[in-house]
């Protein structure tokens, strides 16, 4: 199923647009399946409804595990590499891994875990949060990964909003000289949580912890209690995988569903292909397991293809910028998958970082989260791929459960900053505001899927309503992605950044509005409006006007406030950069605040705000401009 050739990337994806069915039937054929399928794809986009592999049956997990024991059974499936470069690495084969993940999903079962029950996992980058990821698929549970740098109210509101009745955690987690205690955090979550009934947890960094009898277990002590021994469920292709939690342009993030069969299918097929993944290859993505990229590329994808994943704990400056390139010369990794942020920071600190680093092994290199500008690219290329090492800009979303536009590695010629091709199966197309498809090259739009593949999502957990008007309804008959894109002269893609009110800070996706509820949660506050600026390392940045008429102290204080409640109502990773105090917002007659304006004093750029006079106040734009000269 692997690509070699442009010739056969063509091929391939002129079969799979003709006839999808056959071409992803094939493709399912290199999977192990208990049951095969009646039908391969039936679909609509109206309700939305849409099944792949209809009447299979199949465990995701033997596919990952038991079908490479005969022949891979030695072969290191990952590799981990701790926060502190002083501890040792840990290897685990296919065999240990499959003994761990067989345990410990009779671990869940005797803590009363079973089939379609929702698990919330919130843990560090430990070998042990991709077991307890593999458990839940062994059992059928379905797992709610949570990232570690989520606050208490919003793990709370995810466990609330798909009942969970199980947690998985750890004492704490280490972030380069940083310790977090995450089960104190999952304690003041659970203070709301009514359907939790048992917490497993894991000891990693021995800090205090309270166990509440009869709710709270230890992973160590759980774990002697049971065999190792555990057959798979078996699974409908349809029957949930997981839900993963994604922030749009509403105040609440929305449980994105993903399904066995078809997400099985397209992270396998995606991975073995971007990556050109050789067996014996070392591969790492320094992605958190909390996000989607390390659900597919971390866990699913390359442990479905037989792969070595390295899982890194720590952090990419810690102890010193030089840390991944310690571990590729450590792991002598071929592949190396991160992000732009990542990028950027470690370019900040020039090329003494890299002095007398062995980056010989590297073969392919991979950026996924945000649109990677040219001199990023550049870098990555000729400082870390040495100019021999294709790099693949892949283009994907939690949503989209795999790579859909982007370089097959060794196969695709790349052009800087643009994620090229869509990948087989996949029939992007561009739109106008009123849906129109914009044809030919050279043209932007709004990008849209207009045809089904294995990996998108199903549902939004709870509320198909949701699902149906967030990405099928903007446009009738199409999957809208909430990106804006270029295709070039030669048809290649750039995503140009997000249409909607969705921030990517740092690879992370924050929806305004949900920082402006957190903001407008500070007592005193009145208002508050959020947008992204241009960020040199994050890419974008916060920026927040807040109307605050009696603050508490100095303003510098007040902000503080401010970030601190961010914190505890997101998380850290939403704390804006910026905060002006404004006396009011510019807002059209009838109430609605004009972003655009917002947008354009962030990025510093007020020279053309366009047409003010419709505003109900026009004074307070120059008042806010004034403002921001001062900040
Ligand atoms: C949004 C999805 C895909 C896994 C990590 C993020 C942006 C993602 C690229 C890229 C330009 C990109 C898009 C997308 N994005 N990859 N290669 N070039 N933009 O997943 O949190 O669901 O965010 O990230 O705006 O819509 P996510």
């Not at 690219?377 to 859909?404: L, N, S, Y």
């Amino acid at each position: 199923m692997q690509i070699t050739s442009f010739k056969q990337y063509e091929e391939d994806y002129k079969k799979s647009v003709e006839n999808p069915e056959q071409f992803w039937g094939e493709v399912a054929q290199n999977f192990q399946w208990r049951k095969p399928w009646f039908k391969v794809l039936s679909w609509n986009f109206n309700e939305p409804n849409i099944k792949w592999f209809e009447g299979a049956k199949l465990n995701i997990t033997e596919n990952c595990l038991d079908r490479h024991l005969a022949t891979n059974g030695d072969k290191p499936a990952i590799v981990w590499e701790p926060n502190n470069p002083e501890e040792e690495s840990v290897t685990y084969t296919y065999k240990m891994l499959h003994e761990r993940v067989c345990r410990f999903a009779n671990v869940l079962k005797r803590n009363g875990a079973k089939k379609g029950d929702r698990i919330c996992i919130y843990m560090p980058m430990v070998p042990e949060l991709a077991i307890a990821v593999l458990a839940c698929a062994r059992i059928g549970a379905v797992h709610s990964v949570i990232f570690g740098g989520f606050s208490a109210k919003s793990i709370a509101d995810r466990i609330n909003d798909s009942q969970c009745k199980v947690v998985i955690t750890a004492d704490g987690s280490y972030r380069g000289n940083k310790q977090i205690p995450l089960k104190e955090v999952i304690d003041d979550a659970l203070i709301g949580c009514p359907t939790v009934e048992k917490c497993i947890v894991l000891t990693h960094i021995r800090t205090p912890v309270s166990m509440l009898k009869g709710r709270d277990v230890w992973w160590e002590d759980e774990v002697k209690h049971v065999n190792d021994i555990c057959e798979a469920e078996e699974m409908d292709a349809e029957d949930m995988l997981f839900i993963l939690y994604t922030s749009g342009s509403t105040g609440k993030p929305k449980g994105v569903v993903h399904t066995c069969g078809g997400y099985m299918v397209y992270a396998g097929y995606t991975f073995s292909n971007v990556f050109n993944y050789q067996p014996g290859e070392v591969y790492f993505c320094t992605a958190d397991i909390g996000w989607i990229t390390g659900h597919s590329y971390i866990i699913y994808g390359p442990l479905s293809q037989g792969a070595t994943s390295v899982l890194f704990e720590g952090i990419p400056t810690y102890p010193t910028p030089s840390r991944f390139w310690d571990i590729v010369e450590k792991h002598k990794v071929n592949t190396l998958y991160t992000a732009p942020t990542a990028i950027r920071s470690l370019m900040s600190y020039g090329e003494e970082p890299l002095k007398d680093k062995d980056l010989s092994s590297i073969r392919v290199l991979g950026s996924v989260g945000e649109p990677i500008n040219e001199e990023a690219w550049h870098w990555f290329d000729e400082k870390i791929g040495r100019g021999k090492a294709p790099i693949v800009d892949t283009w994907w979303q939690t949503e989209t459960g795999g790579i859909m536009i982007s370089p097959i590695a060794t196969v695709t010629p790349t052009k800087p900053s643009f994620a090229t091709l869509p990948l087989p199966g996949i029939q992007p197309i561009l739109v106008d505001e009123n849906g129109n498809e914009i044809e030919g090259n050279g043209v932007m739009g709004n990008l849209c899927i207009k045809f089904p593949w294995p990996g998108m999502l199903r549902t939004t957990y709870g509320d198909h309503e949701r699902c149906k008007q967030t990405y099928f309804s903007t446009y009738e008959n199409l999957y809208f992605t909430g990106d804006g894109c270029l295709r070039d002269e030669d048809g290649y893609y750039r995503i140009t950044g997000r249409v909607d009110d969705v921030l990517n800070v740092s690879g992370h996706r924050i929806g305004t509005a949900e920082v402006e509820n957190a903001i407008n949660m500070h007592a005193g506050v009145v208002e508050s409006a959020v947008v992204g600026y241009p960020h040199d390392v994050k890419g974008q940045g916060i920026y927040a006007f807040v109307i605050y008429p009696e603050m508490h102290g100095e303003a510098e204080l007040s902000k503080k406030d401010i970030l601190q409640t961010v914190t505890r109502v997101i998380g850290a990773i939403a704390k804006p950069d910026k905060i002006l105090f404004v006396s009011g917002l510019p807002k059209t007659r009838s109430g609605k605040i004009m972003r655009r304006i917002l947008r354009k004093i962030a990025e510093g750029d007020t020279s053309n705000l366009g047409d003010t006079s419709t505003l109900l106040d026009p004074g307070i734009v120059e008042e806010i401009i004034e403002a921001t000269k001062k900040l």
